[in-house]
């Protein structure tokens, strides 16, 4: 700023400079001898244009200086706001440590209260004939030697009355310890599954060792006899398989009910290493899995993770190859719990970014729910690039020679896709920032476009002759009595059933899944077992939350 001053000051002088010059050179052409061919007006006006060139050079200067002066100035109020929103974030961070901190420390301090307690008055669970379970105290037992695992765990049952209010047969079958017993009481039970899932954990407690009788249950899970029949996967292997995860599931309800002491009489290091040894058996048979053809809902890569989960044995293997199993999983609704369970919340990005990219953008937005990922991973974008995706089938319009197998096809997948988003919004209840108005009328359309196509097709079908009254000859059989049935038909209801009424049955792109729909082979058995799966929910299992 005082170099410019300075630079003011001395264009300014220039004038006064110019007239000392003129007086000089008028004294030197007055003593001059010979006349000068330089004339002072040349001069001057050689002079006056070097003034006004310098001039006018200085307010460029000027210019661009403000201008530098402002650009500082608003860079400088953006790096202030920056600032003030970093600080913002890091009090946020800060406060939701500290809130998990406390909930953390405030946990493991009941658990060493409870152990301390425990190991001065045992706890011994038992059920009243309401099936609600009480906790006893015993005599203080002596110093526990790890010889002496094994009584323990038989104490865990001997001292406990244990009663279920719908189904006592699952008592016996624990205390017998019978697996197969159990596996075909939930085959015959199939309907009730939801009951039989709530008792089996407090049927638990009536056996010596409930972590054995589920390990005990898992030696069908890969029974090849059965997974090759007539090349596909039989219904009696998919019923074994849902039964296995239920059991795990409920022992894992189980041990979430104990003290820590009595979860170490359960879960032994005897059944970890029997499990780890199960876990290891399976890990190579998981290679053979196809992501794409599995579309979420791998039966073989969930009994998998929930074993590890339920015997604690995850620290035993590699974590970046446990998140590569959870998009085969994405579709079952226990996918979230079993991912916390195992220690791969961190994890979630990575995961969420492999469905994007293969085209499952609604797996995607349920597990950015559940693991508080929406800043990042915005729903509704998801969503529409779900559609688009969609969109990208060949369209009827676009190629008329297409077959009109080809159009039912196209229309069908745009339909339960433009259902399987609306299911979505409205659970989520993203109804504000996507309406759904626009989906509505586009479900509508290509519904009544079906309906349409269908009942042509059935009009223009040949009907058959019937006699005349006469019995002599036949006549055609009159259509428009056949017509008027078709074109008015009796609705039992005002809106047809969605499909994506089946939690997130959505369909892929085929460039991506094999499966347009998640489903696999209808599960019917008997004895053995029915259609059904472990967690008490119709199968196909879809992503429930």
């Given at each position: ?15 006064s ?6 007086k000089?050179?008028?004294e ?20 006056h ?32 706001k ?11 961070l ?8 406390d909930?953390?420390?405030?946990a493991?301090?009941?658990?060493v ?18 099936g ?9 037992p002596?110093?526990?030697a ?19 209010k719908?189904?006592p ?8 310890n019978?697996?197969?017993g ?5 085959s ?5 599954l939801?009951a ?11 056996a ?44 894992s ?31 190579p ?8 053809a ?12 929930q ?6 044995i ?12 959870i998009p ?21 990005p ?19 729910f ?13 969503l ?7 969109a ?6 676009k190629s ?17 896709s ?11 209840k ?18 009544k ?10 009009v ?28 008015y ?27 347009s729909?998640?489903g ?11 259609n ?10 879809p992503?429930?939350?």
């Amino acid at each position: 700023m005082e170099d410019t001053q300075s630079v003011a000051t001395l264009l300014e002088a220039t004038t006064s400079k110019i007239q000392q010059l003129q007086k000089a050179f008028e004294e030197l052409e007055s003593h001059r001898a010979v006349t000068l061919n330089m004339k002072w007006k040349q001069l001057e006006e050689h002079f006056h244009g070097l003034e006004k060139s310098l001039k006018n050079r200085f307010n460029e200067l000027k210019d661009q200086e403000k201008e530098y002066e402002e650009k500082t100035i608003k860079a400088q109020e953006i790096l202030v706001k920056r600032e003030a929103d970093v600080m913002a974030k890091e009090k946020a961070l800060l406060e939701r440590l500290q809130k998990k901190r406390d909930a953390a420390v405030f946990a493991v301090t009941n658990v060493v209260k409870n152990h301390k307690k425990a190991r001065v008055e045992p706890f011994v669970f038992t059920t009243d004939h309401q099936g609600m379970t009480h906790l006893e105290a015993e005599e203080p037992p002596d110093v526990i030697a790890p010889a002496k695992k094994l009584k323990d765990v038989k104490k865990f049952s001997q001292n406990k009355n244990v009663e279920v209010k719908s189904f006592p047969q699952l008592v016996n079958l624990c205390q017998e310890n019978d697996s197969a017993g159990l596996h075909k009481f939930i085959s015959d039970n199939r309907k009730n599954l939801a009951a039989i899932k709530e008792e089996i954990p407090i049927a638990f407690q009536a056996a010596a060792d409930p972590a054995s009788l589920v390990l005990d249950s898992l030696q069908g899970f890969y029974n090849i006899k059965l997974a090759n029949l007539d090349g596909k996967k039989d219904s009696n292997l998919l019923g074994l398989r849902r039964t296995c995860i239920m059991l795990m599931e409920c022992l894992s309800l189980l041990i979430v009910n104990l003290s820590l002491e009595s979860v170490s009489y359960v879960i032994s290091d005897d059944a970890k290493n029997r499990a780890k040894a199960i876990a290891e058996e399976w890990k190579p048979k998981l290679n053979d899995l196809d992501v794409d053809a599995s579309n979420g809902n791998s039966l073989e890569a969930h009994a998998f993770l929930q074993l590890l989960a339920t015997f604690g044995i995850n620290s035993d293997f590699d974590q970046g190859i446990l998140s590569k199993l959870i998009p085969m999983v994405s579709r079952r609704h226990q996918t979230a719990e079993l991912c916390r369970s195992l220690g791969l919340s961190e994890k979630m990005p990575g995961v969420i970014d492999v469905l994007v990219n293969n085209g499952r953008q609604i797996d995607a937005v349920n597990l950015a729910f559940a693991f508080q990922l929406t800043e990042t991973y915005s729903p509704v974008l998801l969503l529409k690039s779900y559609l688009a995706n969609a969109a990208r089938f060949p369209s009827p319009v676009k190629s008329p020679n297409s077959s009109p197998t080809v159009q039912n096809e196209v229309n069908e997948k745009e339909l339960t896709s433009l259902k399987a988003v609306i299911k979505c919004i409205e659970e989520h209840k993203l109804q504000e920032q996507y309406p759904l108005d626009p989906l509505q009328k586009q479900v509508a359309q290509l519904e009544k476009a079906k309906a349409d196509k269908k009942r042509v097709s059935e009009v223009s079908k040949p009907q058959p002759k019937r006699p005349r009254a006469s019995g002599v000859g036949c006549l055609p059989r009159v259509a428009n009595v056949a017509a008027e049935k078709i074109f008015y038909p009796r609705m039992t209801d005002r809106y047809t059933q969605y499909i994506y009424n089946r939690s997130y049955a959505y369909p892929v792109p085929t460039e991506n899944y094999v499966p347009s729909h998640m489903g696999t082979a209808a599960y019917h058995l008997s004895p053995a077992h029915g259609n059904y799966f472990g967690n008490a929910y119709q199968y196909p299992a879809p992503y429930l939350h």
